[in-house]
T-cell receptor, first 113, second 114 residues
Framework: SQKIEQNSEALNIQEGKTATLTCNYTNYSPAYLQWYRQDPGRGPVFLLLIRENEKEKRKERLKVTFDTTLKQSLFHITASQPADSATYLCALDKSGGSYIPTFGRGTSLIVHP | DTGVSQNPRHKITKRGQNVTFRCDPISEHNRLYWYRQTLGQGPEFLTYFQNEAQLEKSRLLSDRFSAERPKGSFSTLEIQRTEQGDSAMYLC????????????FGSGTRLTVV
Protein backbone atom coordinates (compact mmCIF):
# COMPACT_ATOMS: atom_id res chain seq x y z
CA SER A 1 0.00 0.00 0.00
CA GLN A 2 1.05 3.61 -0.47
CA LYS A 3 2.65 5.23 2.54
CA ILE A 4 4.10 8.60 3.43
CA GLU A 5 6.19 8.52 6.57
CA GLN A 6 7.28 11.45 8.66
CA ASN A 7 8.87 11.14 12.06
CA SER A 8 6.10 11.27 14.61
CA GLU A 9 8.48 12.33 17.37
CA ALA A 10 9.01 16.04 17.81
CA LEU A 11 12.33 17.47 16.75
CA ASN A 12 13.87 19.72 19.40
CA ILE A 13 16.74 21.95 18.39
CA GLN A 14 18.56 25.02 19.65
CA GLU A 15 18.07 28.40 18.02
CA GLY A 16 20.59 29.06 15.25
CA LYS A 17 21.05 25.39 14.36
CA THR A 18 19.85 23.71 11.18
CA ALA A 19 16.68 21.67 11.45
CA THR A 20 16.37 18.67 9.14
CA LEU A 21 13.05 16.90 8.67
CA THR A 22 12.53 13.71 6.70
CA CYS A 23 9.74 12.47 4.45
CA ASN A 24 9.89 8.89 3.16
CA TYR A 25 7.39 7.31 0.83
CA THR A 26 6.62 3.89 -0.59
CA ASN A 27 4.64 2.72 -3.59
CA TYR A 28 4.41 6.19 -5.07
CA SER A 29 5.71 7.73 -8.24
CA PRO A 30 5.13 11.37 -7.38
CA ALA A 31 5.44 14.11 -9.93
CA TYR A 32 5.73 16.73 -7.21
CA LEU A 33 6.59 16.81 -3.56
CA GLN A 34 5.53 19.72 -1.39
CA TRP A 35 6.26 20.95 2.11
CA TYR A 36 3.80 22.86 4.26
CA ARG A 37 3.91 24.51 7.64
CA GLN A 38 0.96 24.18 10.00
CA ASP A 39 0.40 26.09 13.21
CA PRO A 40 -2.08 24.83 15.85
CA GLY A 41 -5.68 25.43 14.86
CA ARG A 42 -4.76 26.78 11.42
CA GLY A 43 -4.68 25.40 7.90
CA PRO A 44 -1.39 24.32 6.29
CA VAL A 45 0.65 27.01 4.56
CA PHE A 46 2.54 26.13 1.38
CA LEU A 47 6.31 26.53 1.59
CA LEU A 48 8.09 24.77 -1.28
CA LEU A 49 7.42 22.45 -4.19
CA ILE A 50 10.02 20.26 -5.90
CA ARG A 51 9.52 18.32 -9.11
CA GLU A 52 10.55 14.71 -9.70
CA ASN A 53 13.35 15.79 -12.04
CA GLU A 54 14.79 18.29 -9.54
CA LYS A 55 17.30 17.35 -6.86
CA GLU A 56 17.21 20.47 -4.73
CA LYS A 57 15.17 23.64 -4.27
CA ARG A 58 15.93 26.63 -2.06
CA LYS A 59 13.94 29.55 -0.73
CA GLU A 60 15.53 31.93 1.76
CA ARG A 61 16.46 29.79 4.81
CA LEU A 62 14.65 26.72 3.46
CA LYS A 63 16.10 23.92 1.37
CA VAL A 64 14.38 20.80 0.06
CA THR A 65 16.03 17.79 -1.53
CA PHE A 66 14.26 15.03 -3.42
CA ASP A 67 15.79 11.62 -4.04
CA THR A 68 13.43 9.48 -6.14
CA THR A 69 15.79 6.50 -5.86
CA LEU A 70 15.75 6.53 -2.07
CA LYS A 71 12.12 7.70 -2.14
CA GLN A 72 12.97 10.41 0.33
CA SER A 73 12.82 14.16 0.73
CA LEU A 74 14.76 16.18 3.28
CA PHE A 75 13.59 19.59 4.44
CA HIS A 76 16.16 21.91 6.01
CA ILE A 77 15.70 25.15 7.91
CA THR A 78 18.98 26.93 8.45
CA ALA A 79 19.62 29.43 11.25
CA SER A 80 16.42 28.26 12.93
CA GLN A 81 14.41 30.62 15.10
CA PRO A 82 11.78 30.02 17.79
CA ALA A 83 9.23 31.40 15.30
CA ASP A 84 9.95 28.38 13.09
CA SER A 85 8.34 26.12 15.71
CA ALA A 86 5.39 24.43 14.02
CA THR A 87 4.35 21.16 12.42
CA TYR A 88 5.79 20.53 8.97
CA LEU A 89 3.88 18.36 6.52
CA CYS A 90 5.05 16.79 3.30
CA ALA A 91 2.62 16.04 0.49
CA LEU A 92 2.94 14.07 -2.73
CA ASP A 93 1.18 14.61 -6.05
CA LYS A 94 0.88 11.69 -8.38
CA SER A 95 1.68 12.12 -12.04
CA GLY A 96 -0.73 11.39 -14.84
CA GLY A 97 -4.41 12.08 -14.48
CA SER A 98 -5.74 13.68 -11.35
CA TYR A 99 -3.44 15.55 -9.02
CA ILE A 100 -4.65 14.84 -5.52
CA PRO A 101 -2.11 15.81 -2.90
CA THR A 102 -1.68 13.17 -0.22
CA PHE A 103 -0.21 14.28 3.09
CA GLY A 104 2.00 12.74 5.70
CA ARG A 105 1.10 13.16 9.35
CA GLY A 106 3.73 15.85 9.87
CA THR A 107 6.64 16.36 12.23
CA SER A 108 6.58 18.88 15.04
CA LEU A 109 9.61 21.17 15.22
CA ILE A 110 10.41 22.99 18.45
CA VAL A 111 13.18 25.57 18.36
CA HIS A 112 14.45 26.53 21.78
CA PRO A 113 15.86 30.02 22.41
CA ASP B 1 -8.47 38.50 -2.96
CA THR B 2 -7.70 37.54 0.64
CA GLY B 3 -7.09 33.84 0.13
CA VAL B 4 -9.31 30.86 0.88
CA SER B 5 -12.14 31.63 3.27
CA GLN B 6 -14.00 29.03 5.33
CA ASN B 7 -17.12 29.52 7.39
CA PRO B 8 -17.91 28.98 10.12
CA ARG B 9 -14.61 28.70 11.97
CA HIS B 10 -16.17 26.61 14.69
CA LYS B 11 -19.33 24.54 14.80
CA ILE B 12 -20.75 22.64 17.76
CA THR B 13 -23.67 20.39 16.95
CA LYS B 14 -25.64 17.64 18.57
CA ARG B 15 -25.32 14.11 17.32
CA GLY B 16 -27.81 13.41 14.58
CA GLN B 17 -27.99 16.97 13.30
CA ASN B 18 -26.97 18.02 9.80
CA VAL B 19 -24.19 20.55 9.29
CA THR B 20 -22.99 22.49 6.26
CA PHE B 21 -19.67 24.23 5.80
CA ARG B 22 -18.79 26.78 3.17
CA CYS B 23 -15.53 27.40 1.32
CA ASP B 24 -14.73 30.40 -0.87
CA PRO B 25 -11.57 29.67 -2.87
CA ILE B 26 -9.17 32.08 -4.53
CA SER B 27 -11.18 33.37 -7.46
CA GLU B 28 -8.64 32.46 -10.17
CA HIS B 29 -8.31 28.86 -8.93
CA ASN B 30 -10.21 26.19 -10.84
CA ARG B 31 -9.58 23.37 -8.38
CA LEU B 32 -11.07 23.06 -4.94
CA TYR B 33 -10.31 20.32 -2.42
CA TRP B 34 -11.87 19.22 0.86
CA TYR B 35 -9.82 17.52 3.56
CA ARG B 36 -10.47 16.30 7.07
CA GLN B 37 -7.84 16.46 9.78
CA THR B 38 -7.90 14.88 13.22
CA LEU B 39 -5.47 15.56 16.04
CA GLY B 40 -1.95 14.38 15.34
CA GLN B 41 -2.73 13.33 11.78
CA GLY B 42 -2.14 14.87 8.39
CA PRO B 43 -5.01 16.14 6.25
CA GLU B 44 -7.07 13.30 4.79
CA PHE B 45 -8.43 13.83 1.28
CA LEU B 46 -12.22 13.75 0.89
CA THR B 47 -13.14 15.12 -2.53
CA TYR B 48 -12.22 17.70 -5.16
CA PHE B 49 -13.73 19.79 -7.93
CA GLN B 50 -12.44 21.24 -11.13
CA ASN B 51 -14.73 24.17 -11.78
CA GLU B 52 -18.20 22.78 -11.04
CA ALA B 53 -17.36 19.16 -11.83
CA GLN B 54 -16.73 16.84 -8.90
CA LEU B 55 -13.91 14.67 -10.23
CA GLU B 56 -13.27 12.44 -7.25
CA LYS B 57 -15.71 11.56 -4.52
CA SER B 58 -15.01 7.93 -3.76
CA ARG B 59 -13.01 8.96 -0.71
CA LEU B 60 -15.84 10.73 1.03
CA LEU B 61 -16.07 8.94 4.32
CA SER B 62 -19.62 7.72 4.00
CA ASP B 63 -22.84 8.48 2.16
CA ARG B 64 -23.62 10.97 4.92
CA PHE B 65 -20.99 13.26 3.38
CA SER B 66 -21.69 15.26 0.25
CA ALA B 67 -20.15 18.28 -1.44
CA GLU B 68 -21.25 20.73 -4.10
CA ARG B 69 -19.75 23.53 -6.12
CA PRO B 70 -22.77 24.66 -8.11
CA LYS B 71 -21.32 27.52 -10.12
CA GLY B 72 -17.66 26.66 -9.97
CA SER B 73 -17.02 29.28 -7.32
CA PHE B 74 -17.75 28.57 -3.65
CA SER B 75 -18.29 25.05 -2.36
CA THR B 76 -20.25 23.48 0.46
CA LEU B 77 -19.59 20.30 2.41
CA GLU B 78 -22.57 18.76 4.16
CA ILE B 79 -22.57 16.06 6.79
CA GLN B 80 -25.92 14.50 7.54
CA ARG B 81 -26.84 12.75 10.79
CA THR B 82 -23.58 13.71 12.45
CA GLU B 83 -21.78 11.26 14.71
CA GLN B 84 -19.20 11.91 17.40
CA GLY B 85 -16.55 10.42 15.13
CA ASP B 86 -17.14 13.26 12.68
CA SER B 87 -15.53 15.69 15.12
CA ALA B 88 -12.49 17.05 13.31
CA MET B 89 -11.08 20.02 11.44
CA TYR B 90 -12.46 20.30 7.92
CA LEU B 91 -10.09 22.05 5.55
CA CYS B 92 -10.64 23.49 2.12
CA UNK B 93 -7.86 24.22 -0.37
CA UNK B 94 -7.73 25.63 -3.87
CA UNK B 95 -5.19 25.60 -6.68
CA UNK B 96 -4.86 26.42 -10.36
CA UNK B 97 -5.85 23.64 -12.75
CA UNK B 98 -2.29 23.47 -14.07
CA UNK B 99 -0.26 21.19 -11.78
CA UNK B 100 2.98 22.10 -10.15
CA UNK B 101 1.80 24.82 -7.81
CA UNK B 102 1.18 24.68 -4.12
CA UNK B 103 -2.25 24.52 -2.63
CA UNK B 104 -3.73 27.40 -0.66
CA PHE B 105 -5.64 26.28 2.40
CA GLY B 106 -8.28 28.04 4.41
CA SER B 107 -8.16 28.19 8.20
CA GLY B 108 -10.59 25.33 8.46
CA THR B 109 -13.87 24.66 10.25
CA ARG B 110 -13.56 22.92 13.59
CA LEU B 111 -16.54 20.61 14.09
CA THR B 112 -17.42 19.26 17.51
CA VAL B 113 -20.26 16.75 17.74
CA VAL B 114 -21.66 16.38 21.25
Amino acid sequence: SQKIEQNSEALNIQEGKTATLTCNYTNYSPAYLQWYRQDPGRGPVFLLLIRENEKEKRKERLKVTFDTTLKQSLFHITASQPADSATYLCALDKSGGSYIPTFGRGTSLIVHP
Amino acid sequence: DTGVSQNPRHKITKRGQNVTFRCDPISEHNRLYWYRQTLGQGPEFLTYFQNEAQLEKSRLLSDRFSAERPKGSFSTLEIQRTEQGDSAMYLCASSPAVPGYGYTFGSGTRLTVV
